[in-house]
């Protein structure tokens, strides 16, 4: 079931007043639903000494969002300069950074060790002798290749052009501990909106494995696993949510396994984006043309650079329509915003209601990779952001681009240079 009912019958009644007063399109994100499912991840892997939830901020890098998952005593992970700057900004200390960069330029490390650092989460084997001040605490990103068949949007990891592969990560954490490491953890990302919980338990059976087997090789003992983010979200009314209680339950009878086996276990870390935010937000747009030519359109006030999961993935993105919610769906449209693009489709051949120009049309589910994957292709800009704040109030927390933001580039000094010459 795709947003959650708590969220809809809390905005529904009052979106065209919303609406009305913010101008559409817009993005609204539910505070309650956050905090809940936060609440719910917590009590979840209470059983699990050490848990912690880093948000992944790439999807929703808003900072009052993310000032909520402070608030809920999360970390953050980042893989970018700006990212960091935005967890730092909001008070979070070395060890409640996870920075899992790949492709990792001299800056990004150099950024990466400023302002009391972060936990460095390292992509290759080949960037050991690059990072310029090793720290102490050091993590590894493992790709278990052809050990793991991947998921649908992440892809076989032996495609994946992520972490250090099965027979690099012995010699990976030798390396690491030569140029001074002295304490440790370990990282995978094998599955992206994965429903199936049993393959995310497999992850952390996985991670648990390799931790095993570089202990034995190495004599050491790993701080953390951190089995990464990818759970998933139903999307379509008919999909089955993940089932977190199942999940959670198995991976901490793995972790209470390895503290018998052990004496010990490592702390469970997880970086969840999309669970946590995704199903909280939606874009909420006005139908402004109805076109009927081979197909019947729908145009909408919004396109796909303020959501473009549809056209990147052809992802499902559920659509209501404010009135109409139990009117038949007798017509059947494409969905569309107004790039010069054909798949800026919100929705292709999706059985609606009938819908006429100044219907508030809201898309469900954009409260992860939504605004955050916005783009300006076509001199299309940003929408804003809203939080529907637990007290029943809306508050602004990002306002639209303007056209002064996209000619914002063309403020520099003049710079001529004649190659060869000088
Ligand atoms: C994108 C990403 C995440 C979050 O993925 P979700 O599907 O939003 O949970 C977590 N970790 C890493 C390294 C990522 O790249």
Redesign the pocket.
Known sequence: MPMSDSFKSRLFPVVKNIAAYYGTPFHIYDESGIRATGKRLKQAFAGIDGFREYF?V??LPNRRIMQLMKEMDFGF?C?SIPELILSRQLGASREEIMF?SNNTSHEEFLFAERDGGCILNLDDISLIDKVPNFPELICFRYNPGPRRTGNVIIGNPVEAKYGVTHEQVVEAYRRARDRGAKRFGLHT?VA??ELDYTYIVETARMVLEVADLVEKELGIRFEFVNI????GIPYKPEQQPLDLQSMARDITELFAAFKTRHGYAPRMYM?????MTGPHGALVTTAINAKDTYRKYIGLDACMSSLMRPALYGSYHHIDVIGKENLPKTEVYDVVGSLCENNDKFAIQRELPPIADGDTVVIHDSG??GHAMGFQYNGRLRPKELLLREDGTVELIRRAETVEDYFATYQFSPDLFRPGQN
């Open positions: 992944a790439k999807a992970d893989s899992t990302m992206s909106n990464g983010g990818g759970f970086e969840s984006g999309r669970f992860a990779h």
